[in-house]
């Protein structure tokens, strides 16, 4: 079968490239569910099962949709080397706009999501609302059950929000079902710091974890693969956490204004030392207790602002605020209250 749907632009252009750095995040390489599949974490970036003197295959990924969250992975696929070139990308988007903006990057455009099937790419990324999974499946399962239907993708990953296996399953034809991968990313991915989970059906291929391990690992440094039923608490930690972490930030320049400094000056601070702290954990693999003890001197300044913050029950509100966001991806996914309680114990 021909590898070339019906493009609707052929142009060619240069896209951006980003560094990343992998320091110091081996700690968590094997950090995910001893419950789920095998594949535990993100490989490196452009490894996958390949060897050094067998490199990884390039990948042809198509998208049905191209919003911002697209974007960042078409970004990072493309200055990872995961994919070839801009040929190897497919996208389409009901929105004028966004097909213009792709094509102009030389993004292969096609007209339909259809057509995304007919280019045989190695895997298909569902990158819409929510709402509209279910159109983008029923266009899919008319290729995949019609005549001379194309080679099954080895992965087909969502990134809706809050849709599950079942729900995504309910719309594809039964044979394509182990292949699917439900993945929550968050927004670092937009500058290739993601923190992402996925999960996938009993009997899932591990080509199909491969694949999603390369995508998202070229747009973040972990790529963990969990039990379904931990997807609701991953949006709790790291799907909503960078909107936390952004409102202590913001304490903590506001702290800094109203002990006299600059605002400029407080923030550039606050911000520089969130990063190094966080990157503290990384590096030295220790325990955050055992960190925080480093700073604190016994009758100190630290340990008067810990005794501030103790005070003020900031560990107890930050756990409410995951519990909180945990129960409300749960009722987003139409769980009742007796199911959240039942399962989560929420």
Not at 185 to 206: R, V
Not at 313 to 339: F, I
Request: hydrophobic content about 40%; some cysteine; charged content about 20%.
């Amino acid at each position: 079968m021909n590898r070339n749907p019906s493009i609707m632009n052929h142009d060619r252009t240069d896209t951006f490239t980003k560094k990343k750095t992998k320091k110091g995040i081996s700690m968590f390489r094997n950090a995910s569910s001893k419950n789920a599949p095998a594949a535990s974490a993100a490989p490196t970036p452009n490894v996958s099962s390949a060897t050094a003197d067998q490199p990884a295959k390039t990948l042809r990924i198509a998208f049905a949709g191209s919003g911002m969250m697209a974007t960042a992975m078409i970004d990072g696929l493309l200055s990872s080397g995961a994919v070839s070139g801009p040929s190897d990308i497919f996208t389409y988007d009901s929105w004028i706009e966004a097909r213009r903006k792709m094509s102009e990057r030389g993004i292969m455009v096609v007209k339909g999501n259809r057509d995304l099937l007919l280019a045989q790419p190695d895997a298909i990324v569902i990158a819409v609302k929510p709402a509209g999974v279910a159109s983008v499946c029923q266009d899919l399962t008319s290729v995949l059950t019609g005549p001379n239907p194309p080679p099954i993708p080895q992965a087909i990953l969502s990134i809706a929000a809050g849709v599950t296996l079942g729900v995504i399953s309910s719309h594809l034809p039964d044979h394509v079902h182990p292949r699917i991968v439900r993945v929550m990313p968050n927004t670092p991915a937009l500058i290739g710091m993601g923190a992402s989970a996925y999960c996938t059906p009993e009997g899932s291929p591990q080509s199909s974890c491969d694949v999603a391990n390369r995508i998202l690992s070229s747009v973040g440094e972990i790529a963990l693969h969990l039990p379904e039923h931990n997807m609701d608490a991953v949006t709790g930690v790291s799907g909503s956490g960078p909107a936390y972490v952004y409102a202590f930030i913001e304490a903590l320049s506001d702290g800094g204004v109203r002990a006299g400094l600059p605002r400029q000056a407080a923030t550039a601070l606050a911000v520089q030392t969130v990063r190094g702290s966080a990157e503290m954990v990384l590096r030295t693999g220790k325990h955050t207790g055992e960190l925080k003890e480093m700073v604190t001197s016994p009758g100190g300044t630290t340990i008067a602002g810990v005794h501030a913050l103790e005070q003020g029950g900031l560990r107890g509100t930050m756990m409410d605020a995951v519990v909180a966001t945990t129960r409300r991806s749960m009722q987003l996914g139409g769980k009742s209250e007796e199911e959240i309680r039942d399962k989560c114990g929420l």
